[in-house]
């Protein structure tokens, strides 16, 4: 069972910084892909940021030239560092990792979320 544990979520005032990780655990198999996903209170979940096995990156507009994706393959670990966060920054983060488990069988797995809460 694939287990996604995500870390460094908090309360923090605009123009601050903050560092989220997700640790995967619990296969063998290739992850594919990692990202940073934020749903907050009225919205739909919104793509922050992606990271594939080979460093190639996107991002939402809204968080470019802010924040930044990182990726550790061989602890399985996914980062994103936030800096310049705004108010509109706040909402629920959680992570995902797709998992190659086979040519034509990619699974997907989610993190529980962290909060991140930015003050005005």
């Known amino acids: 069972q694939v287990q996604l544990v995500e870390s460094g979520g908090g309360s923090v005032q605009a123009g601050g910084s903050l560092r989220l990780s997700c640790a995967a655990s619990g296969t063998s198999f290739r992850i594919d892909a990692m990202g940073w996903y934020r749903e907050a209170p009225g919205t739909q979940r919104e793509l922050v940021a992606v990271i594939t096995s080979g460093g190639s990156t996107n991002y939402a507009d809204s968080v470019k030239g802010r924040f930044t994706i990182s990726r550790d393959n061989a602890k399985n670990t996914v980062y994103l560092q936030m800096s310049s966060l705004k108010p509109e920054d706040t909402a629920a983060y959680r992570c995902?990792?797709?998992?190659?488990?086979?040519?034509?069988?990619?699974?997907?797995?989610w993190g529980q979320g962290t909060q991140v809460t930015v003050s005005s």
């Open positions: 995902n990792a797709a998992v190659r488990v086979s040519s034509f069988r990619v699974d997907s797995y």
